[in-house]
């Protein structure tokens, strides 16, 4: 049941310092459901639900980025790599907590957290790195996932251009689009997204330290590099502004935390297991997608493949977490259309998402630069500081250990440097990469 479908009730008491201070927030989630987990309508999902809707959002396009990260920044981008790691746990989860900072409620998604934090300016914020990232990156899936069609069959009857194989996918994503009413639906897919992921992973494992090439320069740090290697690194993480929905599917909201950070260390891992090898074979001439510096052969076609499932499964997920949110604000429901007239009204707004997610990733089809752009622009807001600045604002500051207090400002200030000057290396790339395009 989604969160439309049912009316918040206000008979749960949360004090404002319980939340704030996180020690019972998990209880507090436990004890405001009734026997069914529905007290605020919380879906019927298990653990794996959550686990693997996270795996699926989060890993994928960034394990095939990261090396060329290595590669932008240096081998320091494993240092900043564990430490994204560890602010990302963080902010998954006390960005669930601010959803319950306001006793016997539950804020339906990111943008009710903005605003509840910083009133309209709050909400403004949210929305557009929001929407930047709930549009980016299904776009960015969308270039990638059709210009390996176009590469795995370029010389075979089926060739066709990228931008036709673009429109080709969003139309046969537009499916799933229409049958998933909620993210509850998607935890078959999710998991098979992620098997994905893991087998080309084992790809590169395998095949990058068997090609590496004796010529390959590396480097400690590389300090031009930095904003853009740590843009792509929280690009890697993203997937805050679905955590709502997901967390809202649990039966057992009090396990997301634990759901977060499983699945966020298993795309961590994943990560390192392509990062490392790919950057120690092919030093600063690694190419973003991995799979592009393998040399030709079943390995590369097989990660191709299995990378193509990935994204395209993925896609479903975010244009349904922007479809729940504009079907709430638009009140497309079945108490006040019916089921018949519900299903048109998702029909419609699904569908005009999916034609916008084309339209984009036609005009923008450059992968590597695309995502320093959403990384930087988007997801260092939503990952690094938007979570923080709202907990602090909601819950207070004065109640946290001095550590807490550390850890979020270090946040903070590489959320700033990764959105400000990585946005501006990423928008100098692109238009070089527009520039020499039509040349």
């Known amino acids: 049941m989604s969160i439309t479908e049912k009316e918040h009730p206000k008979d749960t008491v949360v004090t404002l310092e319980q939340v704030g201070t996180g020690v019972d927030v998990e209880s507090i989630q436990a004890h405001s459901t009734n026997d069914d987990g529905d007290q605020f309508g919380h879906g019927q999902g298990n653990f794996l639900t959550a686990y693997f809707n996270v795996v699926c959002v989060v890993a994928g396009t960034g394990t095939l980025g990261l090396p060329k990260a290595f590669a932008i920044g240096g081998w320091l981008g494993i240092l900043i790599l564990l430490l994204a790691y560890v602010m990302a746990v963080y902010s998954g ?86 049958v998933q009413k909620t993210l509850r639906e998607v935890t078959a897919t999710s998991a098979i997204a992620a098997i994905c992921t893991m087998m080309a992973v084992f790809v590169v494992v395998i095949q990058a330290p068997m090609d590496r090439q004796v010529d390959a320069v590396h480097d400690g740090v590389i300090w031009t590099g930095f904003p853009t290697a740590l843009s792509t690194i929280a690009f890697s993480f993203g997937g805050n502004n679905t955590y709502p929905h997901v967390e809202h599917a649990l039966k057992k909201p009090q396990q997301w935390k634990w759901a977060v950070s499983a699945g966020l260390s298993t795309c961590t891992i994943l990560y390192l297991l392509t990062a490392v090898p790919g950057y120690y074979a092919y030093g600063r001439d690694t190419a973003s997608p991995i ?77 590597a630069d695309f995502m320093s752009l959403i990384g930087a622009l988007a997801n260092c807001g939503l990952v690094f500081l938007l979570p923080i600045l709202c907990y602090l604002k909601l819950t207070g500051w004065r109640n946290k250990k001095w550590y807490e207090l550390v850890f979020c400002a270090i946040t903070i200030f590489l959320g700033i440097v990764g959105c400000v000057f990585g946005t501006i290396d990423a928008i100098r790339a692109l238009v070089h990469d527009f520039a020499t395009s039509s040349l």
Not at 137 to 144: D, F, G, M, Q
Not at 334 to 358: H, K, S, Y
Request: glycine content about 8%; aromatic content about 12%; charged content about 10%.
């Open 93 to 178: 989860i006390i960005l669930i907590r601010c959803l319950y900072y306001k006793p016997g409620t539950r804020l339906h998604d990111y943008k009710s957290v903005g605003t509840a934090a910083f009133g309209t300016i709050g909400y403004i914020v949210a929305s557009i790195l929001h929407f930047l990232n709930l549009f980016g990156c299904p776009a960015l899936y969308l270039v990638l996932a059709a210009g390996n069609m176009h590469q795995l069959l370029i010389n075979t009857p089926a060739a066709l251009t990228q931008p036709i194989w673009t429109i080709l996918v969003g139309a046969f994503l537009l499916i799933p689009s229409l």
């Open 291 to 367: 799979y592009n510096s393998l040399p030709l052969g079943a390995g590369r076609t097989v990660a191709i493949i299995v990378m193509t499932i990935h994204v395209i499964l993925a896609i479903p997920i975010f244009t349904t977490s922007f479809s729940l949110e504009f079907e709430q604000f638009a009140r497309v429901n079945e108490d006040r259309l019916g089921r018949v007239g519900a299903w048109f009204g998702r029909a419609a707004i699904r569908t005009a998402t999916m034609v916008f997610l084309v339209i984009l990733a036609v005009f923008v089809p450059f992968f």
